[in-house]
């Protein structure tokens, strides 16, 4: 993730100045290839913007350089849907200039990420604020894309045990 200046990306197209990573994010290899561009769309834009790929010639992995302010996959700044999130805990209502189905499936991405990580069903500011601080996707639906932290990720479902429960 990186500070890009939008405006100026939008501007200068190909252009931009890009930094290169100084190592792969997948296996820490300093040895990276340029691998061209590619366009993706972000609110507040009216056409695609271009975005640089690299590829690194040891894992093959090939990873794009994206803002800092936006989830990878996602068009919305981390700020919008992060507020929205917020909004519809307090008010149970949708913020009006975002599409109510965006909304819906940022709501129901984040319920995912809850009940993954915190095994509980219920959309609160405190569980908003432990996905946000854990660096975690709030609003994916996938598990796997969702953390870059692994320690706090366990593919077995926590329960509570009563007193009267027994092991057999």
């Not at 609160?124 to 996707?137: A, G, R, T, V």
Request: a positive charge.
């Amino acid at each position: 993730m990186l500070s890009i200046n939008l405006l100026l990306l939008f501007s200068l197209g190909k252009k931009y100045p890009w930094q290169k990573p100084h190592k792969c994010p997948r296996c820490s290899s300093p040895r990276l290839w340029g691998h061209g561009f590619v366009r993706r769309y972000f609110f507040g834009f009216n056409k695609a913007l271009w975005l640089k790929r690299y590829r690194c010639p040891d894992c093959s992995h090939v990873f794009t350089l994206r803002p800092s302010e936006f989830y990878p996959g996602f068009q919305y700044p981390k700020a919008i849907i992060l507020a929205c999130l917020i909004y519809f805990v307090f008010t149970g209502k949708r913020i009006q200039f975002v599409s109510r189905q965006i909304q819906n499936y940022w709501t129901k991405g984040a319920l995912i990420q809850i009940n993954s990580f915190r095994n509980c069903k219920k959309l609160s500011l405190e569980n908003i604020i432990f996905l946000h601080k854990n660096n975690i996707i709030i609003s994916t639906h996938c598990i796997k894309k969702s953390s870059k932290n692994s320690d706090i990720y366990s593919p077995y479902r926590f329960f509570s045990v009563t007193k009267d429960f027994v092991f057999t």
